[in-house]
């Protein structure tokens, strides 16, 4: 079974860092990506960060380039992925998802690339 489990989410003023984790265990598929979206309410959940199981290869929106930096840690049985956050402004504001699956490089920042989701955490960015 797999699981996604989200953590480091929080309050933040604008300007600050944060960091979010997620803790992929029970993933079979032998090349995958894990996934970051973000989603605030009345709009869709878009793809903010990805990389490859792999070859670590790395994807960002161009919202977030240069400010978000996603790395991964491979255990035998798990994978954590890391999203490092700094910089952070109001509009960065979501709850922020982790996911998998076995997409295709070219839609790494759709929805429907993604079978496996974790719950969320909230990001605020506020003063």
């Known amino acids: 079974q797999v699981q996604l489990v989200e953590s480091g989410g929080g309050l933040v003023q604008p300007g600050g860092s944060l960091r979010l984790s997620c803790v992929a265990s029970g993933i079979t598929l032998d090349y995958y990506v894990i996934g970051w979206f973000r989603q605030t309410p009345g709009k869709e959940r878009e793809g903010v960060s990805g990389?490859?199981?792999?070859?670590?290869?790395?994807?960002?929106a161009d919202s977030v380039k240069g400010r978000f930096d996603i790395t991964r840690d491979n255990t035998q049985n798990t994978v954590t992925v890391y999203l490092q956050m700094i910089s952070l402004k109001p509009e960065d504001t979501a709850t922020y998802y982790c996911?998998?699956?076995?997409?295709?490089?070219?839609?790494?920042?759709?929805?429907?690339?993604?079978?496996?989701w974790g719950q969320g955490t909230q990001v605020t960015v506020s003063s």
């Open positions: 996911a998998a699956g076995n997409t295709i490089w070219g839609n790494i920042g759709s929805v429907s690339g993604y079978s496996y």
């Open positions: 990389i490859r199981s792999k070859s670590g290869r790395t994807y960002y």
